[in-house]
């Protein structure tokens, strides 16, 4: 069976946006990026809520020509060759949309996971996360806590129902400034 593997960039103070939903904050240096890049190679698949969709279809499609940046310049291609699925319920999609899954969450993310093939990875966003979360379809969190406090925005977790009791895989301090801890459910 194919995992989910949540892949998210956090503040100290717990947020994955700033109040006016910045995310310029995340230091992709490069024990980080090689760290995001392990990720990649474990996956065939990339999952996306709309809000973060809309961004990261704002940027990756032309990202080298954005930015000179070496982790820009790693990801962009991947991004673009893999195949990405968009959660939403009024979205019909795009030119880099591979599919759109906008009803019964629980079933439609089952059967893909029953699918063959690679892990896949879902990369951001809080509201996706959270509903996954709850349906207990995430296999693996890998939480990348940045030295900066944001004072507000969206949460890492939106506040779950029940308790989520998980196990620290692995915990190390990237680039001499990042902790990354790789959760599974306990």
Known sequence: ???????????VDGFICGPNGEFDWPVMGPELSAYSEALDQRVDTLLFGRPVWQMMVGFWPNAESISDDPHVASFAPFWRATPKIVFSRDYAGDEWTSRVIGADLEREVAALKAEPGSDMLLTGGAGLAAALTELGLIDEYHVAVHPVV???????FAE???????????????????????YTRA
């Not at 069976?1 to 503040?11: A, E, F, G, L, N």
């Open 160 to 182: 779950p129902k029940e308790r989520l009791n998980l196990r620290v895989t692995e915990s190390r301090v990237v680039d001499g400034q990042v902790v990354v801890s790789h």
């Open 1 to 11: 069976m194919r995992k989910i593997i949540y892949w998210v960039h956090t503040s």
């Open 150 to 156: 944001l004072g507000g925005g969206l949460r890492l």
